[in-house]
T-cell receptor, first 114, second 112 residues
């Protein structure tokens, strides 16, 4: 597509529930990144995919968070047993060249855990 | 010490003035440097990238990089109220596998 698409744009869920957030990167971009941004903070790295594999998942805060990219394009971030502290904007970005390129971010998913 | 540091601001400048935004980073091996603009409620948008020491100009924006001092800055000339936003500095380097690390951003307010 023309840009990075994220769905849903907003998600409200109850504490303890499971959620999935979807990211559709720019066509041809092999690198895909998930970030989380809390109010007043910069984006915080979660996980990076190169193709289908998770090249670096060191930013995932705990084992409740998991992400997949089975065909090397669309990615899904999965959060189990959500907690109120998971509330944030989840940003997805893609790039063609992981070394030099800057990112194109999607519009984000605002997750609110109540 | 945080990997990428920015003063959170707000930085307030009058319309038409030069706004100067600063960023320092800790990884001496960093190779790529970026400035993103983020309007309230929106996602970050890439506005400048710089890879070598010196200045890089693009319209009203100038990015400046000094690797010896581990310092990167963004100058906005003839600031407009529409420039009011948060400006995020991001740094890529080998030590972090070229995954960008972001600062917390500096809030810029341009008042008429």
């Amino acid at each position: 597509g023309a840009g990075v698409s994220q769905t849903p744009s907003n998600k409200v869920t109850e504490k303890g529930k499971y959620v999935e957030l979807r990211c559709d990167p720019i066509s041809g971009h092999t690198a895909l990144y998930w970030y989380r941004q809390s109010l007043g903070q910069g984006p915080e790295f979660l996980i990076y995919f190169q193709g289908t594999g998770a090249a670096d998942d060191s930013g995932l805060p705990n084992d409740r968070f998991f992400a997949v990219r089975p065909e090397g394009s669309v990615s899904t971030l999965k959060i189990q047993r959500t907690e109120r502290g998971d509330s944030a904007v989840y940003l997805c970005a893609s790039s063609q060249d992981r070394v030099s390129d800057g990112y194109t971010f999607g519009s984000g998913t605002r997750l609110t855990v109540v | 010490q945080k990997e990428v540091e920015q003063n959170s601001g707000p930085l307030s400048v009058p319309e038409g003035a030069i706004a100067s935004l600063n960023c320092t980073y800790s990884d001496r091996g960093s190779q790529s440097f970026f400035w993103y603009r983020q309007y309230s409620g929106k996602s970050p948008e890439l506005i400048m990238s710089i890879y070598s020491n010196g200045d890089k100009e693009d319209g009203r924006f100038t990015a400046q990089l000094n690797k010896a001092s581990q310092y990167v800055s963004l100058l906005i000339r003839d600031s407009q109220p529409s420039d009011s936003a948060t400006y995020l500095c991001a740094v890529k380097g080998y030590l972090r596998s070229y995954i960008p690390t972001f600062g917390r951003g500096t809030s810029l307010i341009v008042h008429p």
